[in-house]
């Protein structure tokens, strides 16, 4: 991770003389003539009101349900976030697909340098503009024109595609596994759902409740990560077979034929890469809810960071915990119970095949539940700022102070994904279906931030990302877009056409721009009205933006 701390002293527009105060109250004034007047005023529409309205974005916003986080919390928020069912499930997919032991940890590598750059963009984001949203405020900031747009792509892939339903099939088949319960479509199906449910009504109705659980599962998630690592150097120290009923560990052999079987063909490498860089998401986790959080600048940058070194960490240790004790060929074909069958290897069929299995449950738990506590909050903001139907009822935090609505927004999508498609390849098509967006969204606050130092060089940035860092994620992030459409050395028989992801991935972000082209321009010129942004408060005192339609005026 790459970059350079700044003096945090200064006013956020280090350009203006006014304070943070004035400034507020300035661009409060400005928004409100604005809504006031007709957009075929020039002054109003595209001079200074205009601007002064972005630099209320800039200013820090206190949420209705308080800054009830601190720096664990925080921590947790990030760390859970990231290590879920993952690690647990990911690195038995990547090596099948390819090929070598050799490819699959240099990916695992570039997965965690490419997240550096990653994190350092959405730090200087964040720093810069400390409120809730992550890349929706982000994208809508520094592309404010098309008017709409960002929000509203932003809008369609957090409904879309912004699901915890990866962590809850994980869930179910690693208790499947522990209690030896015949894995049917059906239970694991119904079981995934019904965790779903749990963490939704959690979140929902017992706010505090919610995160109390949620941080003691990150924790119990990080260590169970550390406990792995050390029982794999147990075992290639001692070379013993811990199952006392089998041969001895072989833990050179992995080594001898690295790069044997290696599949290099771009698109295979693409959708490995995918599935990585899923199992190091959230590590931005905190941008989504910093109206929340105590000191949201400060924490941001030391959590961020500590969690960045703590995940690459961990990750690399665990990949070469299983090569170590499990051989490559059952890796293999252990499809997402690697885990299950390190730790069979590992300590037995007792507690090596019940109890540590369910603890990998209970981690993948917990990752559904940070998940779930972020992106509800992500779809109240998109609520909150219009662009959502019943947008007065989904903003608000009644009746048990929390987004009950942004909730249910986020539980019906991960439901319908669990439930609908077939069980055989779903959880691979989930990872990729989620990850190749990303590569859109990352492409743009990448440039975003290059902009904006030449645009806006009056900002306060508190945290700066090395160029190299952005301009490297940016290239890597237009290979991985064009990628699925090069065909791997080999094709499944029977199985999903291999750029189906990116198809599915292409058409929402499409989707959201066909949305947008119909409520903004078409209907508005049909119509003959145009849109303006106006302001409410809610009766919890959530602010909220509701986009009017105001007849043109006629000459």
């Known amino acids: 991770m790459a970059g350079r701390l700044d003096d945090?002293?200064?006013?956020?527009?280090?350009?203006?003389?006014?304070?943070?105060s004035s400034s507020r109250a300035t661009s409060r004034t400005s928004r409100t003539s604005k809504t006031s007047n007709s957009c075929s005023d020039d002054t109003a529409a595209e001079g200074q009101p205009d601007r002064?309205?972005?630099?209320?974005?800039?200013?820090t916003e206190d949420s209705v349900l308080g800054r009830n986080i601190g720096w664990t919390s925080a921590y947790i928020l990030a760390i859970s976030r990231v290590i879920g069912g993952g690690i647990f499930a990911v690195p038995g997919v990547v090596l099948k697909s390819v090929?070598?032991?050799?490819?699959?940890?240099?990916?695992?590598?570039?997965?965690?340098?490419?997240?550096?750059?990653?994190?350092a963009v959405s730090l200087e984001y964040g720093c810069m503009l400390p409120r809730s949203?992550?890349?929706?405020v982000y994208l809508e900031f520094t592309y404010s024109r098309p008017r709409f747009l960002a929000s509203t792509i932003v809008a369609t892939q957090a409904i879309l595609l912004s699901y915890s339903a990866s962590?809850?099939?994980?869930?179910?088949?690693?208790?499947?596994?522990?209690?030896?319960?015949?894995?049917?479509?059906?239970?694991?199906?119904?079981?995934?759902?019904?965790?779903?449910?749990?963490?939704?009504?959690?979140h929902g109705c017992f706010y505090k409740i919610g995160i109390r659980i949620?941080?003691?599962?990150?924790?119990?998630?990080?260590?169970?990560?550390?406990?792995?690592?050390?029982?794999?150097?147990?075992?290639?120290?001692f070379k013993r077979d811990p199952n006392q009923a089998g041969e001895a560990v072989d833990a050179t052999g992995p080594w001898n034929d690295l790069w044997d079987d290696t599949d290099w063909s771009l698109g295979t490498i693409a959708t490995s890469l995918f599935k990585i860089f899923n199992s190091y998401t959230g590590l931005d986790n905190l941008n989504y809810v910093l109206n929340e959080v105590r000191d949201p600048v400060r924490t941001l940058k030391s959590v961020s960071i500590?969690?960045?070194?703590s995940a690459c960490l961990l990750y690399l240790l665990t990949n070469l915990a299983y090569v170590a004790v499990v051989p490559v060929q059952q890796i293999k074909e252990s499809g997402q119970l690697v885990a299950a069958l390190f730790f069979e290897q590992t300590f037995g069929k007792n507690v090596g095949k019940r109890f540590l299995p369910l603890v990998v449950a209970l981690s993948a738990a917990g990752n559904v539940m940070v998940v779930t506590f972020a992106l509800a909050r992500l779809n109240q903001e998109v609520a909150r700022q219009g662009f959502l139907p019943f947008a007065r009822l989904l903003s608000s935090s009644k009746p048990f102070g929390a987004p009950l609505g942004g909730l249910i927004i986020h539980y019906i999508p991960t439901v319908l994904v669990i439930v609908l498609p077939p069980t055989g390849d779903v959880y691979s098509f989930i990872l990729e279906v989620e990850g190749y967006p990303r590569q859109f969204f990352a492409l743009l606050?990448?440039?975003?931030?290059?902009?904006?130092?030449?645009?806006?060089?009056?900002?306060?940035?508190?945290?700066?990302?090395?160029?190299?860092?952005?301009?490297?994620?940016?290239?890597?992030?237009?290979?991985?877009?064009?990628?699925?459409?090069?065909?791997?050395?080999?094709?499944?028989?029977?199985g999903i056409f291999y750029a189906t992801y990116a198809i599915v991935g292409t058409s929402i972000i499409g989707c959201g721009v066909i949305y947008w082209l119909i409520w903004t321009v078409i209907l508005p010129r049909i119509g003959n009205y145009h849109l303006e942004e106006k302001e409410d408060t809610l009766d919890d005192g959530t602010k909220i933006t509701f986009l009017d339609r105001v007849p043109n005026q006629v000459d």
């Open 8 to 20: 945090e002293t200064r006013p956020l527009l280090t350009g203006s003389s006014a304070d943070n």
């Open 52 to 59: 002064l309205r972005l630099e209320d974005d800039v200013l």
């Open 99 to 119: 090929g070598s032991v050799g490819m699959a940890l240099s990916l695992w590598v570039l997965g965690a340098l490419v997240t550096a750059c990653a994190l």
């Open 133 to 136: 949203g992550g890349d929706k």
């Open 167 to 202: 962590n809850c099939i994980i869930f179910s088949q690693y208790v499947h596994w522990a209690l030896d319960l015949e894995p049917r479509d059906l239970s694991r199906k119904l079981l995934a759902a019904a965790l779903v449910t749990v963490v939704a009504i959690v």
């Open 214 to 237: 949620q941080n003691l599962l990150g924790w119990v998630k990080v260590g169970l990560v550390t406990f792995m690592v050390f029982a794999a150097l147990y075992v290639v120290l």
């Open 306 to 309: 500590t969690a960045l070194l």
């Open 445 to 494: 606050t990448s440039f975003g931030i290059l902009w904006l130092r030449y645009k806006r060089p009056d900002l306060k940035r508190p945290f700066r990302a090395w160029i190299a860092a952005v301009v490297f994620r940016m290239l890597l992030g237009m290979m991985l877009l064009a990628a699925p459409f090069f065909p791997p050395k080999e094709r499944q028989e029977g």
